[in-house]
């Protein structure tokens, strides 16, 4: 009989080798939701994006920050960072992409017709081949941080916010990653290209499992505004069926391969 440690050890090794992409690689930052168009107030407002070849990104400090910004008001404004706490508890797709899928209150509860939508991504360090190691924090990351922003509008006239669309994500800014090098402190470093790459949007597409993905989050956001009991436990038990799942999967997988 196989032990259940031996599955998770399976479990974890096959995710480590899905998850593994190799170098040179180009971290890309695409938006689904929403774009320079006209939207309907809803109770709801969604906020999609995706990060192409997060999984290259992710070991060497890895960061991505998002503003949504009140143009006719200049008081209203969000900051929601993405850094080393969220992979930690992350899922990425079979390709290695990170999927943000989140419901903002801040566009249902404003009059506001005007907004902006504001990001940056960038590393917490980087390496140059024959120079010492250069920290920073995502604030102050000049050289490695990158940014964009977007405007879009709020009319009783405007489109329903849609994610099922035949269209391809827009770009919003890609980083190259060259090569990893070894800091004196044992940390891994990435080597980033000098010029950004071209973007490749339609490279992500959101195809059935990335729906049902994107709808999970959706609804788990909406849960779990004001950070209620109720949140807490469902997030608590899709976890636990996750795991469960996951594992009894890998345990089939080796109960083929030892008695096939």
């Known amino acids: 009989m196989i032990s259940w440690s031996i599955c998770i050890r399976v479990a974890v090794f096959l995710r480590a080798i899905a998850t593994a992409q190799q170098l040179p690689s180009t971290v890309e930052l695409d938006t689904i939701l929403p774009r320079n168009e006209t939207y309907q107030r809803q109770s709801s407002f969604p906020i999609i994006s995706a990060i192409q070849n997060a999984a290259t990104a992710i070991p060497y400090g890895f960061w991505v920050q998002w503003t949504l910004q009140d143009l ?63 920290s920073s924090s995502p604030m102050s990351a000049s050289g490695y941080e990158i940014s964009g922003s977007m405007v879009l509008t709020v009319s009783a006239i405007g489109n329903t916010p849609d994610f099922l669309t035949s269209r391809c994500p827009e770009f919003a800014g890609a980083i190259g990653i060259k090569e990893k090098l070894t800091t004196t402190r044992g940390e891994a470093c990435p080597v980033l290209e000098e010029e950004e790459p071209r973007g490749n949007p339609c490279g992500f597409v959101v195809d059935g499992s990335v729906v049902g993905d994107i709808s999970a989050r959706l609804n788990a956001s909406l849960l779990c505004a004001g950070n209620n009991g109720t949140c807490e436990r469902l997030s608590s038990v899709g976890t636990f069926l996750e795991s469960r799942n996951v594992l009894l999967g890998v345990g089939m997988m080796v109960l083929r391969v030892l008695w096939g």
């Open 72 to 134: 006719d008001h200049q008081n209203n404004t969000a900051t929601h960072t993405l850094d080393h706490d969220t992979w930690q508890n992350t899922t990425l797709t079979a390709s290695g992409a990170y999927v943000l899928a989140t419901n903002t209150p801040e566009i249902p509860s404003s009059t506001a017709k005007k907004w902006s939508l504001n990001w940056s991504m960038g590393f917490h360090q980087k390496c140059t081949a024959g120079h010492a190691i250069v």
